[in-house]
């Protein structure tokens, strides 16, 4: 089968103008990213990694409340990446 340059043409133009396509199904990373405003919320208010991990496992997204903690540090904003690990002190 012979592809003709105007078909690959017409396809391009057609794929160009295609409408942004509205995604039904997230991945549990994509989930903890839309929830991370309300998770930080919750966990200000005195819930744990743990309590949060079930309250969306009832929900259906499978993830371990050390899988959330990995997902909400790499959502961070890159400020919070850079801080000083813990027990140590930066001399200057």
């Known amino acids: 089968m012979t592809i003709t340059l105007e078909t690959i043409t017409e396809l391009r133009d057609t ?4 409408p942004e ?3 039904t199904m997230l991945t549990a990373r994509d989930a ?4 991370a405003p309300e998770i ?3 966990r200000s208010g005195g819930y744990g990694l743990a309590d949060i991990a079930a309250m969306l496992q009832q929900r259906g997204i499978r993830v ?5 903690g990995s997902y909400l540090r790499e959502l961070a904003p ?3 990446k850079a801080r000083t ?3 140590r002190s ?3």
Request: glycine letters at 4%.
């Open 85 to 87: 690990p813990r027990g």
């Open 21 to 23: 396509k509205p995604r």
């Open 78 to 80: 890159s400020s919070a």
């Open 15 to 18: 794929l160009a103008r295609l």
């Open 40 to 42: 930080h919320a919750a």
């Open 32 to 35: 903890v990213a839309a929830l």
């Open 90 to 92: 930066v001399s200057s």
């Open 64 to 68: 371990s409340p050390s899988t959330l």
